[in-house]
């Protein structure tokens, strides 16, 4: 019995054994599998490697000539070396930002004297060459913006601090990542087109560009999650143009502006969002337009603002939703114009703003809901008229405010809503309404005045 075991023992081994066997076979073809496989990517990634150094030496040396073309003193080959850059900017995205760098480098040297832009009458070849090449590194930059364009420069950076541009179009451009900085630049003649542009997620600066001659489009641009700033700029006889633009989203600053001639409009813009500031901004001349603009939303500042002359217009503009902030304003000279504008809702605040001078018409302004708030301004001289507006619904406050010029509300209808007078800080000069022996409904005047504003015994500058 046990030799019968033992015997089917040893049979059922041998199987066991030619399975470990051919196991171990299989494993060792595996390992050397995965051995080869290893040595075989490894040779794939060193050939890889060689021949990407081999093609950094390529770009390398292409660069290092294109650049040597760029900083040539003839034009001609400048042009050359140019489109040279730009080439080789579209066959080397690793480099690309280097490769860009060098052309606005480019740009910002033929502002300077050896460039010959601003050369002697008798070297006006050298100067109309150098504004040759300008126009052609323009014109290579915006066309890699655009969405038709076969390799997209708009998520770099381009620092054109300093920049004449007297001319370029750069309409329908995206700047959606990066930093793009136009700080100092100048738009002296000529047209210059941002029509249409995206800034959708870069910061771009204009602060203290200088538009004194040039007629600059804005129209139809989108500002929907970028931080756009103009602060300090300095608008002195241009014609710019944000009409129609969309500000949606992000941040774009007017702060410090010096608006001395020229026209800068926003007639028929959007604001829905984000935050546009015109904080100590200054208008001594010239005309900035918001005829026509809708503000549903966001936050719109002119705080600390002086305007001392020329004309501000938001003639037919409705107010629906926004912020809008002239706190501390001062209105000396200035024409203001919220001629027909709609007031439905959001909040206008001209709290401690001063209008000692100029005119302020709000000749048929519709106010039907939200706040408009005129605490504590001072009305001191000029004009300021409400000939015709509508008040039918909201709260129209002139809590604080002091009275010792005419305002007018003549022909005003009062059918809802209420405009407050209750709590002026000075009645000397009493509001004008019209004198047909009725209090105007839904006018809360000073304690004592009777139906038609005529104070009985009007509060002191002092009270």
């Not at 542009?197 to 200088?210: D, I, L, M, P, Y």
């Not at 501000?312 to 107010?319: I, K, R, T």
């Not at 301004?377 to 300021?384: D, E, K, N, Q």
């Amino acid at each position: 019995m046990c030799l019968r075991c033992e015997g089917n023992d040893n049979v059922g081994v041998v199987p066991l054994v030619f399975a470990a066997v051919a196991g171990a076979v299989v494993l060792v073809v595996l390992i050397v599998a995965y051995r080869r496989h290893r040595v075989a990517a490894s040779i794939a990634a060193l050939n890889s490697a060689n021949a990407q150094l081999e093609r950094d030496r390529g770009y390398g040396k292409r660069f290092t000539a294109a650049a040597a073309q760029v900083g040539d003193e003839d034009a001609a080959v400048q042009l050359a070396g140019v489109r040279a850059m730009a080439e080789l900017a579209d066959d080397w995205p690793e480099r690309r930002q280097t490769c860009v760098d060098t052309l606005c480098a480019h740009l910002r040297w033929l502002n300077s004297p050896d460039a010959g832009l601003d050369a002697a009458p008798g070297d006006q070849p050298k100067s109309e060459s150098t504004r040759d090449v300008r126009r052609t590194v323009i014109k290579i930059i915006a066309a890699h913006l655009r969405l038709s364009a076969k390799v997209s420069w708009r998520s770099l950076d381009f620092d054109f601090t300093g920049v004449v541009f007297d001319g370029g179009d750069f309409s329908h451009a995206g700047f959606s990542g990066g930093e793009v900085s136009f700080s100092g630049a100048k738009f002296p003649a000529g047209q210059a087109s941002f029509a249409g542009a995206e800034f959708s997620g870069s910061r771009v600066s204009f602060a203290g560009a200088e538009f004194s001659g040039s007629r600059v489009s804005f129209a139809g641009a989108e500002f929907s999650g970028s931080q756009v700033g103009f602060g300090g700029g300095m608008f002195s006889g241009a014609q710019v143009g944000f009409d129609g633009a969309e500000f949606s989203a992000g941040q774009v600053s007017f702060a410090d502006a010096r608006f001395s001639g020229g026209e800068v409009n926003f007639r028929g813009a959007r604001f829905s969002g984000g935050q546009v500031s015109f904080g100590s901004a200054g208008l001594s001349g010239g005309e900035v337009s918001f005829s026509g603009a809708r503000f549903s939303g966001g936050q719109v500042s002119f705080g600390l603002a002086g305007l001392s002359d020329g004309q501000l217009s938001f003639n037919d503009a409705e107010f629906c939703g926004a912020q809008i902030d002239f706190h501390s304003t001062r209105f000396s000279g200035a024409q203001v114009s919220f001629i027909l504008t709609k007031f439905s809702s959001g909040l206008v605040s001209f709290v401690l703003s001063k209008f000692s001078g100029g005119q302020a018409s709000f000749n048929g302004a519709k106010f039907s809901g939200g706040l408009v708030d005129f605490g504590s301004t001072r009305f001191s001289g000029g004009l300021v008229d409400f000939f015709g507006a509508e008040f039918s619904g909201g709260q129209v406050s002139f809590d604080g405010a002091r009275f010792t010029t005419q305002v007018s509300f003549l022909l005003a209808k009062f059918s809802g809503g209420e405009v407050d007078f209750s709590k002026v800080a000075d009645w000397s000069h009493q509001p004008q309404f019209d004198g047909d022996g009725r209090r105007p409904g839904g006018v809360r005047l000073p304690v004592g005045s009777d139906g038609t504003g005529v104070s009985e015994s009007p509060p002191s500058a002092g009270s």
